[in-house]
């Protein structure tokens, strides 16, 4: 299945900025570049990155077992859910559906380029409604953006409610594992080649503790990619950012044992959870946080804040009264947490 039908007009007919170091790559220190009006002198950064970020997406697509031309690179998440937005919905015409409570810059990024938003809350059980989405779905619905382990519910969804979307769904569906490296389930990633409306994203924010350098991932079909690629900044990702990532690649196993080292602390985290007396319920994680009911989230939420402790309020999102978000912290962290709720009266 193509998607074209799917893209915007005027993005079909686009044609991509080519910039300097798209019509020439080279690095060999024998050439003199004198092409795109940069500095002359040597700083360390003063050249342009690559733009295509050809190093970088070599190495991960070593790590996570897909092709090269599967993956585009964004100035953090937020960008590449921003261009798969401008590149498939109308301004003032289609729409997106989002699984509230869930991340809220979906409708941020809809918003901001005029897109409306369908809002299907979540089950009870924190699942998506497959029938409710369907039913609210016309041919000017253009994505869903489903996110598993969920924000901020921490919940993996169903692998049958996702297939199903997946083979019913007539536009782009987004999945995005922000959070898929702390979770049981595997990612969607294999699965890329069934599926030609499906994009995945990633990030280097959570599991490789990167969130600083603002890297996002995207994987999709070459079709897609190409669009991305074709309406990104020509250098969105800077040179400081491939470097770190390309070295933070380099220490897998570090990364993993730091991975292990959280979902440990998140059990222990939750253990310890079931013995504070203003908490109601604890949600099933399957994230480096934790989703927990309380008597009254606002005024925990100020007595932790008294404590030096900052977590996130989250009693204003549907399904989600008197709630509080927890990170999963290291050692030190977790027992100051749990010290001070326990103090709490």
């Known amino acids: 299945m193509s998607i074209q039908h799917l893209l915007r007009n005027n993005i079909k007919n686009l044609k991509a900025y080519a910039s300097a170091r798209d019509e020439f790559q080279g690095n060999s220190t024998r050439l003199r570049f004198l092409d795109a009006n940069e500095n002359p002198y040597n700083t360390g950064f003063n050249r342009y990155p690559d733009p295509k970020q050809l190093q970088l997406k070599a190495l991960l697509s070593k790590h996570k077992k897909c092709r090269l031309e599967n993956i585009v690179l964004g100035n953090g998440s937020d960008e590449i859910l921003d261009l798969i937005i401008r590149a498939f919905c109308e301004p003032n015409r289609d729409s997106i559906i989002t699984l509230p409570p869930t991340y809220g810059m979906y409708e941020v990024l809809a918003t901001i380029n005029a897109v409306a938003v369908k ?3 979540l089950s009870l059980g924190f699942q998506p409604q497959v029938d409710a989405i369907l039913e609210a779905t016309t041919p000017r619905t253009k994505i869903l953006f489903l996110c598993t382990p969920n ?20 536009g782009i ?11 049981n389930q595997k990612s969607w990633l294999d699965k890329l080649d069934q599926f030609p409306n499906l994009i995945i994203t990633q990030t280097f924010s959570k599991a490789y503790g990167l969130a600083g350098i603002r890297l996002g991932v995207c994987y999709a079909s070459e079709e897609i990619t190409e669009v991305l690629n074709r309406i990104k900044p020509p250098y969105n990702v800077n040179v400081l950012t491939q470097k770190k990532a390309f070295d933070r690649l380099l220490e897998h196993q570090l990364v993993q044992t730091e991975i292990n080292q959280i979902k440990t602390n998140r059990a222990q985290l939750i253990e310890a959870l079931k013995h504070v007396a203003c908490i109601e319920e604890i949600y099933p994680s399957d994230s480096n946080f934790v989703l927990v009911k309380v008597d009254h989230a606002t005024k925990r939420y100020h007595e932790l804040v008294s404590k030096g402790i900052v977590i996130r309020n989250r009693t204003n999102e549907p399904l989600c009264t008197n709630c509080l978000r927890l990170t999963v912290g290291n050692e030190e962290d977790n027992v100051l947490l749990i010290t001070s709720l326990q103090a709490l009266k």
Do not use: C, H, R
């Open 151 to 170: 924000n901020p519910t921490g919940n993996s969804f169903t692998e049958q409610a996702m297939e199903e979307l997946l083979l019913k769904f007539k």
């Open 173 to 183: 569906i987004v999945i995005d594992e922000a959070y898929i490296d702390f979770s």
């Open 119 to 121: 809002k299907i809350n």
